[in-house]
């Protein structure tokens, strides 16, 4: 079984009911073990309305929570220092670097906040 991180925007949109984010998740799920970064837990948490918060904590709990370790921060300031953008921010490297490390994919529906040549992406219209 691969890994995937599903990355903020797949998880919120999976959260508001999008359609095309319950498929790629229901999907996903038959043939990959889905992961995301503890970034994108505190990136939900920051624009969660009260009312989701049980629905958020269900969704959380379901994935596999990967923390920020020295290799991925080490990895992340990598992509940060190499990729030349202005608009590239830390947490897009820290989620992009926990992919990296650990072997994962990285499901995004924003492909172009991931500009690194090394990470594997799967870009999700939604």
Not at 72 to 90: D, P
């Amino acid at each position: 079984m691969t890994r995937l991180v599903l990355d903020t925007d797949i998880l919120i949109n999976l959260l508001r009911g999008s359609a095309a984010a319950r498929d790629f998740v229901a999907n996903a799920l038959e043939e990959h073990e889905l992961l995301c970064s503890v970034i994108t837990v505190a990136e939900i948490w920051t624009g969660m309305r009260v009312h989701e918060e049980q629905a958020t904590r269900l969704l959380i709990d379901s994935l596999k929570v990967i923390e920020v370790n020295q290799t991925i921060a080490e990895q992340a300031g990598r992509f940060k220092g190499t990729v030349k953008s202005h608009v590239l921010e830390l947490d897009d490297c820290l989620i992009a670097a926990t992919a990296f490390c650990t072997g994962a994919a990285l499901a995004t529906g924003n492909g172009k906040h991931y500009p690194m040549k090394e990470l594997r992406k799967i870009v999700v219209q939604m």
